[in-house]
């Protein structure tokens, strides 16, 4: 497990402790235990990182994208090499299921290994001139420091995206990780150490969060804002960043409808919906949260989503077996708690869970749930619930679903079922959402672009368009003698 006395804020390529000796405690979200203190930065900490990242800027620039590809690639491989441990590790701060942090920790080492690609293939392009003597040529060029955040539920993934994706680009970053599961975050840096990262090139730090963000982003010295979060603090951040002309992308909240039609197998789209539904137990901003399913085909499915609820085995995640794990603090435990009761008082059937498991006594659990025939009213439908519980509604016709399903004003994940391709283009098509799955809800991949629209954010994270983000375009017109 991680001994958190050997971290502090990673600074110049080193760990360092903090100016002021605070720190903050790490819970277990399974046993409300403490797992130990992380380092609390102070204003002159941060400057410090400040300091790291504007001297390490003009030679990570400079390097080539051959270089950093190598190094990009050596990141991936001593991440490997740690796997276990790190994954161990996310367990026990977040409550997932060892599988999950196992899958997640590997998917993180992919973003670095893909990046690696990218970084040496960062090109530009040349346009004709309109007169002989004139050549018109676009180059990509490192946008600068980079302030990064992210959030709890993907305490890996989320970093890999964004430190892998700019180091490619040639940007140094800063970042503050998730201060409620820092771990996956300190093993990055160690391994970005061992890998042979110049020193300030990579700075992790930790503390107050609206401290830091309004610190980092405010300087001169950043020139890119990257942030993984709510939508209420995509807010505050953009408006923080736009103060200062900051470039910014953000990856901000969903509440992904799904579209069940009456050609689907409603068996296999009920189970395999709830067992994406309470993965990580629920909290995944792309998760399906509003279950939108021909008056047809309704009963089976929802038979088929509670039965799969009712199967799943609870428990801590590092024991074995443990399919569904605790939610990783109490304030989601008690908001998610708050909505099923909303949604009951106003007429929704609870045909799975409820409420806590009876025999919980510790730890933020919340039981798998479904309910039924959840009215429009109910708050559920409207606000992100970014917990386990799943409503399910009929519908009669396929503008009715879709109208329905672009109600809200988010716009990050939608998912189709269906055997129709006809249905399944046409309604990928009508769904206003930056990500669309058809038959399947595993929609992130290292080769995939990740993002939103409308409330949910903008700029893309991965595949080939990530490295963007991170890159200025530079015209040059050129007149030959």
Avoid at 404 to 410: E, G, I, M, T, V
Wanted: net charge negative; glycine share 10%; proline share 7%.
């Amino acid at each position: 497990m991680t001994h958190y006395d050997r971290y502090g804020l990673f600074i110049g390529g080193a760990w360092q402790p903090v100016s002021a000796g605070q720190a903050l405690a790490v819970i277990d979200p399974a046993t409300e235990d403490r797992l130990g203190s992380i380092a609390r930065a102070g204003i002159a900490d941060l400057d410090r990182a400040l300091a790291a990242v504007e001297a390490a800027a003009p030679l990570w620039r400079e390097t080539s994208g051959w270089d950093r590809s190598r190094i990009l690639r050596a990141i991936a491989s001593a991440m490997v090499a740690c796997a276990e441990e790190a994954a161990a590790e996310m367990s026990a701060e977040t409550g997932k299921p060892l599988a999950e942090a196992k899958g997640e920790w590997q998917a993180a080492c992919d973003q670095f290994d893909w990046m690696a690609d990218e970084a040496r293939r960062i090109w530009g392009h040349s346009l004709p001139g309109r007169e002989p003597g004139l050549r018109l040529d676009v180059r990509y060029e490192p946008v600068g420091p980079v302030a990064a955040f992210t959030a709890w539920n993907f305490p890996a993934l989320l970093p890999a995206r964004k430190v892998a994706a700019a180091l490619a680009a040639g940007c140094p970053v800063v970042i503050k990780p998730s201060e409620e599961a820092p771990s996956a975050m300190f093993r990055i840096a160690d391994c970005a150490a061992a890998a042979g990262l110049p020193a300030g090139v990579l700075n992790v730090v930790t503390g107050d969060p609206a401290e830091i963000s309004a610190h980092l982003v405010a300087s001169p010295v950043i020139r890119k804002v990257s942030l993984t979060g709510s939508v209420p603090v995509g807010r505050l951040i953009s408006e923080l960043a736009g103060r200062h002309l900051k470039k910014v992308s953000m990856e901000l909240g969903g509440h992904a409808p799904v579209l069940v039609f009456p050609d689907a197998d409603p068996e296999a789209a009920g189970t395999l919906c709830a067992r994406t539904k309470f993965r990580n137990a629920g909290q995944v901003c792309i998760s399906p949260s509003r279950f939108y399913v021909h008056e047809d085909i309704y009963q089976p499915f929802a038979e088929a989503m509670a039965r799969t609820a009712k199967s799943l085995k609870i428990g801590r995640g590092l024991d074995d077996g443990v399919e569904f794990g605790p939610m990783a603090n109490a304030r989601g435990r008690d908001r998610v708690l708050d909505l099923i009761g909303d949604a009951r008082a106003k007429g929704a059937e609870v045909l799975a869970g409820g409420g806590v498991p009876p025999e919980s006594n510790r730890g933020f659990y919340v039981e798998p749930t479904v309910l039924g025939q959840v009215p429009e009213d109910a708050r559920i439908l409207s606000e992100e619930p970014f917990g386990p519980v799943a409503p399910i509604m009929p519908f009669a016709g396929f503008d009715e679903a879709i109208a329905r399903a672009n109600a809200l004003p988010f716009g990050l994940a939608a998912y189709v079922f269906t055997g129709s391709m006809a249905t399944a283009d046409r309604a990928a098509s009508a769904l206003e959402a930056g990500m669309i799955g058809v038959n399947d809800m595993l929609l992130a991949t290292a080769e995939a672009p990740f993002g939103g629209i409308k409330d949910s954010g903008s700029g893309r994270e991965g595949g080939q368009l990530g490295i963007l983000d991170y890159l200025e375009p530079k015209y040059v017109k050129q007149r030959l003698a």
